[in-house]
């Protein structure tokens, strides 16, 4: 009787495991997160608000899904920091996929050193500043804005706002970046091409002595002299996230034309230079945003003289490699098909875009919006 008993507390057993391992597959089937989590390191809402809201956006739709960090402002003078938050988020084993928006120089090193101990953690950065050959090396995807076809893209939007210079603000740290500079020169060749006079002007760096604030007030005292100089229909543009704002706010104020940002977005220096307050309903929701701005430059007399994209690059880098990276895990997409890429970033963002990417096999890829002008 005992031996029956026993026998019959282990069917019991044995049904009860069967009971949970079905269980488990089956809410991971449904949750699609099983046990694992995605870190997400982004810069912080005084340099890059998108990347930020991004990241709050993945929070907001996966919960303790995402592991999400901010490096330091002072990100040159403070790698040692950054790489440690990296290797801090792989630390856990629960993290099978980091994402790194922007990809600040030591974002290479930091892949490396994660990679010694976790070689199959995945690594998804977006708007990387390191050598794009080297990144495209070491990550396993990158996403950023198509800055060889801006560099054509800007110019010709400026001509059709009414723009007969450009001006380009940057300082020696970025025009050492690959990209930035080859944009550069393209600028300067498209100007050339359709009749712009282009003029560069250095910068004060808001990574060197004075910070952000420091090239902020360069940016505010420095149009007016440049729109005295050369006159209202001249288009600014600059190479860094902390001076959009104030471009936005001196181009106001001067008449300026302003084509685009950096970092092309409806929410990147828009809602700061206008006071204009981005409420719980509308986060995420660009068409609402889109309609807010217009609403606001042309109350100002500002249109047709202001423009961006209708989706935020920066936000978007975000919220699309979170979604890449989960699809990755989940073995659901080849990070090296870009038409299932494409696809998966239209999805995220709402908007048409075009890719291409940096060499014949890699994942490096660049993606291209039309632009819209605000009064238009």
């Not at 794009?132 to 396993?140: Q, T």
């Not at 009414?162 to 393209?186: C, N, W």
């Not at 007030?217 to 149009?223: A, C, N, P, R, T």
């Not at 690059?313 to 979604?323: I, M, P």
Request: net charge negative; glycine share 8%; proline share 6%.
């Amino acid at each position: 009787m005992r031996k029956n008993k026993s026998v019959l507390w282990g069917i019991i057993a044995i049904l009860l495991c069967v009971a949970v391992i079905l269980l488990n597959n089956n809410q991971t089937e449904e949750t699609g997160s099983g046990s694992y989590k995605i870190g997400i390191a982004t810069s912080t809402v005084s340099q890059n608000e998108d990347e930020y809201r991004g990241a709050e956006a993945a929070i907001a739709k996966y919960g303790d899904l995402i592991k999400h960090v901010t490096y330091p402002d002072n990100f040159m003078q403070e790698q040692e920091t950054f790489i440690a938050q990296i290797t801090g988020l792989a630390a856990d084993p629960a993290v099978k996929a980091i994402v790194i928006n922007q990809g600040v120089p030591g974002t290479v090193a930091a892949i490396r050193k994660v990679k010694e101990t976790r070689p199959d953690m995945l690594f998804l950065v977006g708007e990387p500043h390191e050598d794009p050959p080297m990144v495209e090396e070491y990550a396993d995807l990158a996403l950023i804005p198509d800055n060889p076809a801006r560099g054509e893209s800007i110019p010709q939007l400026a001509k059709e706002m009414g723009a007969t210079k450009l001006l380009h603000y940057s300082f020696p740290r970025h025009m050492s970046l690959v990209q930035l500079a080859e944009r550069r020169d393209i600028m300067e060749a498209e100007c050339e091409k359709l009749g712009l006079e282009f003029i560069f002007v250095n910068a004060p760096d808001p990574m060197g002595e004075g910070g952000v604030p420091a090239s902020q007030q360069f940016i505010l005292e420095d149009v007016p002299r440049q729109v005295a100089k050369y006159g209202k229909d001249i288009a600014v543009f600059s190479t860094n996230c902390a001076m959009q704002e104030p471009l936005i706010v001196a181009s106001l104020q001067t008449g300026a034309i302003f084509p685009e940002q950096c970092c092309p977005s409806p929410t990147h220096g828009y809602p700061g230079a206008l006071g204009l307050e981005i409420t719980e309903e509308m986060k995420g929701n660009f068409p609402a945003i889109v309609e807010a701005i217009n609403k606001e430059i042309s109350s100002r007399g500002g249109d047709g003289r202001f423009a961006t994209w209708p989706v935020a690059s920066g936000y978007l880098q975000s919220t699309a490699c979170v979604e890449l990276a989960k699809l990755a895990i989940e073995k659901k997409i080849d990070l090296k098909d870009m038409e299932a890429v494409a696809k998966v970033v239209e999805e995220v963002t709402g908007a048409s875009m075009r890719f291409s990417r940096l060499s014949d096999n890699g994942c490096f890829y660049m993606f291209l919006s039309d632009s819209l002008i605000f009064g238009e």
